[in-house]
């Protein structure tokens, strides 16, 4: 089973919200999943991102993978986090 880390896309016409799901990569985007690790809000001004780290890295040392947007909103979300603290 190919286990990949993506977006499904939720909220209504023309006010997209999408939650951040580990899914086999043979489902269909909005299909079955796995875990809810996230939520992007890009609606939003500014856009919302978050993420549960801790289930990134547990899903990533099980060899699942991530889509190019997930990985991009991964990374913008530690820098925000490390700013911070």
């Known amino acids: 089973m190919a ?3 993506r977006m499904t896309r939720t909220g ?6 999408f939650r951040i ?9 909005d299909g079955r999943f796995l ?3 996230g939520t992007y809000e890009p609606a939003k001004s500014p856009a919302t991102v978050q993420i549960d ?8 040392s099980k ?4 889509s190019e947007t ?9 820098k925000a986090v490390a700013e911070t603290k």
């Not at 209504?12 to 919200?17: I, K, L």
């Not at 799901?21 to 985007?29: A, F, H």
């Not at 060899?63 to 991530?66: D, L, Q």
Request: aromatic share 8%; hydrophobic share 35%; no cysteine.
């Open 3 to 5: 286990v990949t880390m």
């Open 12 to 17: 209504s016409r023309n006010n997209p919200s």
């Open 21 to 29: 799901v580990v899914t086999d990569s043979r489902y269909p985007r």
């Open 35 to 37: 875990e809810t690790i």
């Open 53 to 60: 780290a801790d289930r990134v890295d547990y899903w990533r």
């Open 63 to 66: 060899g699942a993978t991530m």
């Open 70 to 78: 997930v990985s991009q909103l991964v990374k913008r979300n530690a």
